[in-house]
């Protein structure tokens, strides 16, 4: 069965550092999401993106974030300058369509920031 | 805005036992509604779903019924088995208002013993 994969699985970095977040969704889904979990709270959405271009963002998704898709199969986040409170998993979705359509979740990424 | 609201967790059961977890919701318009399960070290999995009001949803024997009047859609089992240990996420995607984001409880830790 077709899976969502996000690489690293654990990723430590120093505060003020940048880190590159990688997701590869279903190949042929259109629509891609980022949602983090903050330990012990609930998951929260980031940002969507459809098209090459964001979809919708959250407040929690400032000028600190931006997301990418590189190349065909890449889905990227990437956080300039890291603060501890970004420690959080993060878990990438893709879905064929929107609404009723069901999105695709990976493992996730824990981000420790230090 | 949107939210969902799960019981308090976490809840622990004996094999066979009756399984109810709690979930309300308030949403502008009609939303989709959804339960995912996350197993240890796995990402979500879409669970079951239901579209409108009087849906049920159904997989694995766990059974969840969108109800309008009462904005509900708790989720159920029969007899529950070791292998159901995992955390359960309730979450709502609001129709014609958003890119098909998730808006997800606070997750209900689910531990069945033998």
């Known amino acids: 069965e077709p899976e969502v994969t996000q690489t690293p699985s654990h990723q430590v970095t120093q505060m003020g550092q940048e880190v590159i977040l990688r997701c590869v969704p279903i190949?042929?889904?259109?629509?891609f999401y980022w949602y983090r979990q903050i330990l012990g709270q609930k998951v929260e959405f980031l940002v969507s993106?459809?098209?090459?271009?964001?979809?919708?963002k959250s407040e929690i998704f400032d000028d600190q974030f931006s997301v990418e898709r590189p190349d065909g199969s890449n889905f990227t986040l990437k956080i300039r300058s890291t603060k501890l409170e970004d420690s959080a998993m993060y878990f990438c979705?893709?879905?064929?369509?929107?609404?009723?359509?069901?999105?695709?979740f990976g493992a996730g990424t824990r981000l420790s920031v230090l | 805005g949107n939210s969902v609201t799960q019981m308090e967790g976490p809840v622990t059961l004996s094999e066979e036992a009756f399984l109810t977890i709690n979930c309300t919701y308030t949403?502008?318009?009609?939303?989709?509604l959804f339960w995912y399960v996350q197993y240890p070290g796995e990402g979500l999995q879409l669970l079951l779903k239901?579209?409108?009001?009087?849906d049920k949803g159904s997989n694995k024997g766990f059974e969840a019924t969108y109800r309008k009047e009462t904005t509900s859609f708790h989720l159920e089992k029969g007899s529950v088995q070791v292998s159901d240990s995992a955390v359960y996420f309730c979450?709502?995607?609001?129709?014609?208002?958003?890119?098909?984001?998730?808006?997800f409880g606070q997750g209900t830790i689910l531990t069945v013993h033998p």
């Open positions: 949403a502008t318009g009609y939303p989709s």
């Open positions: 239901a579209t409108k009001a009087d």
């Open positions: 993106f459809y098209n090459n271009e964001i979809s919708e």
């Open positions: 979705a893709s879905s064929e369509g929107t609404g009723k359509n069901i999105q695709y």
């Open positions: 979450a709502l995607s609001a129709l014609g208002t958003s890119y098909g984001k998730l808006t």
């Open positions: 190949s042929n889904h259109l629509y």
